[in-house]
């Protein structure tokens, strides 16, 4: 999807992410290239598909962009500036991650949900942290304790708790790959919708290829560590 940009004002100036030659080497005595001369760029509002062979580098991809990991070349730019400059609690509230399964605190999904916007000295109210559960389709469910969840309900919980912070990224390496085939389509459509109404800005690492196909912009190929295609999903799935 192209950047919007509303009557009267300038486009913005950056990509919202950018990789520049990004690699990632392990330490002696492995020296092995995890990623090499990685170069692409997300705008506003698109959902980028990252797709490739198990092993090929996906998740540590994304584990470069929002600094879980350093990259040993190159650099990754948000809205223009070098994620290294930015401090890290301010990089995770501007970069949302969910993984393959939620990881999800002790104590209540309320506690679980209300997390971020604390971190950063915000207050949230029962009632939000009620009307946000309602829209993912956990009304009720605040002071359940994540050990009573299903794993859709986990991701449905960690799906929240990360777009809580209101991010203006959001990383999702292979939300629905842990789950039973109904969970998965309701995580499924659960993001559609989500990426339809907020407009979000998506990395989305999956190995299912109809789901790429269904939900993404563009596509990023990964092979041993490099891009070896990008561009829109039927020109790239159809090479
Ligand atoms: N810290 C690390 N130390 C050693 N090897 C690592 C490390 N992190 C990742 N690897 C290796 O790097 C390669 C890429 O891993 P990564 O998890 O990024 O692949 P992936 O494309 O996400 O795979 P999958 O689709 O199976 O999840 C793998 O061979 C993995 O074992």
Redesign the pocket.
């Known amino acids: 999807m192209p950047t919007l940009c509303p009557v009267g004002q300038s486009p913005p100036l950056f990509p919202l992410i950018e990789c520049l030659d990004l690699g990632r080497e ?1 330490p002696p005595p ?1 020296e092995r290239f ?1 990623l090499s001369n990685i170069n692409f760029r997300v705008e506003r509002g698109e959902v980028l598909g990252i797709v ?1 062979p ?8 994304l584990r470069l962009i929002n600094r879980l990991d350093e990259p040993t070349s190159g650099k990754v730019l948000l809205d223009g500036a070098d994620t290294r400059t930015i401090l890290p609690r301010e990089l995770r509230r501007r970069i949302g991650m969910v993984m393959q399964r939620a990881y999800l605190f002790p104590g209540t999904v309320g506690e679980n949900i209300a997390f971020g916007p604390r971190q950063h000295g915000e207050s949230v109210s029962q009632d939000q942290i009620e009307a946000a559960l309602a829209q993912v389709g956990l009304a009720g469910y605040a002071s359940r304790s994540p050990a009573t969840l299903s794993g859709g309900e986990g991701q449905r919980v960690a799906i929240t708790r990360a777009l809580m912070n209101q991010p203006e990224v959001l990383l999702l390496d ?1 939300p629905t790959s842990a789950l039973d085939e109904d969970a998965k389509r309701g995580i499924e459509d659960l993001l559609a919708s989500l990426i339809r109404e907020r407009g979000l800005t998506c990395l989305w ?1 999956t ?1 299912d290829l109809a789901q790429a196909r269904a939900h993404a912009d563009n596509l990023l190929v ?1 092979k041993a560590g490099e891009v070896v295609a990008h561009g829109k999903p039927e020109s790239v799935l159809d090479l």
Not at 54 to 61: D, I, N, T
Request: aromatic share 0%; net charge neutral; glycine share 18%.
């Open positions: 392990l492995s995890l490739g198990s092993g090929a580098g996906k998740s540590s991809l292979e690492v190995h990964i």
